[in-house]
């Protein structure tokens, strides 16, 4: 398979995972057609929700992360053909956002799940015992996070070598697009769509833009 071709189906990746970040947390119809509503995490808006977004979107995201890694793939096999002494960290680095991606992903939407069906119950309840849930496996968030940042300072030190052929590659680094998103959602005008976009849907907007523009690179190899 070709490199572009790895590139495309990591793009087709960062768009489902997208479509699974927003389902966890956005865009819910409300009382008028086209209008929607913006929730927060553990909030008692998840028990209003219908319980097959939530499924939905642990799906989505487990499918989404495990395509992502084929850009990811293709970054370090670009790498490696440079000769650089950092291609297989980059490659661990990213086999660890992927993997504990999953996982976190995963106990998200499961902790959403639980607090949507206990809230029939008792909402108080329903929110205690699924923030429990997820404060058990919030650690592996930290370890996607640094593994996050380890493959996007890779990224920007092979920019500055100029591996990518022109230095202005610099600007294109995940890590800045996240950092570009969340300054959007700050300064932007209050609105539950586009606070939900780049709020939500922050880090998979950033790895959209990081494939899309190395889908662009000129290479023939293939893997």
């Given at each position: 398979m070709t490199i572009k071709k790895l590139f495309y189906i990591a793009i087709a990746g960062s768009v489902l995972c997208f479509c699974g970040d927003l389902l966890l947390g956005c865009?819910?119809?409300?009382?008028?057609?086209g209008m929607f509503h913006l929730f927060p995490a553990f909030s008692?808006?998840?028990?209003?929700?219908?319980?097959s977004r939530f499924v939905i979107g642990g799906i989505l995201g487990v499918i989404a992360l495990l395509l992502m890694f084929c850009?990811?793939?293709?970054?370090?096999?670009?790498?490696?053909?440079?000769?650089?002494?950092?291609?297989?960290?980059?490659l661990i680095a990213s086999a660890v956002f992927v993997a504990v991606g999953t996982l976190y992903h995963c106990v998200f939407a499961i902790s959403a799940w639980l607090y949507n069906q206990l809230a029939i119950e008792n909402i108080t309840l329903a929110k205690q015992i699924s923030e429990r849930f997820f404060a058990t496996f919030i650690c592996v968030a930290l370890l996607a996070a640094i593994s996050f940042m380890i493959l996007s300072i890779i990224m920007f030190y092979a920019a500055i070598k100029g591996t990518w052929g022109?230095?202005?590659?610099?600007?294109?680094?995940p890590l800045l697009f996240m950092g570009l998103s969340i300054m959007a959602a700050t300064i932007l005008p209050a609105n539950a769509i586009i606070n939900g976009m780049f709020d939500w849907g922050q880090q998979s907007l950033a790895l959209l833009l990081v494939f899309c523009a190395f889908s662009k690179i000129p290479c023939t190899t293939s893997s």
């Open positions: 865009f819910y119809p409300v009382k008028k057609v008692e808006e998840w028990s209003n929700a219908a319980p850009g990811f793939y293709a970054i370090f096999v670009l790498l490696k053909e440079k000769a650089s002494k950092y291609d297989k960290t980059f022109k230095k202005r590659w610099v600007l294109i680094n």
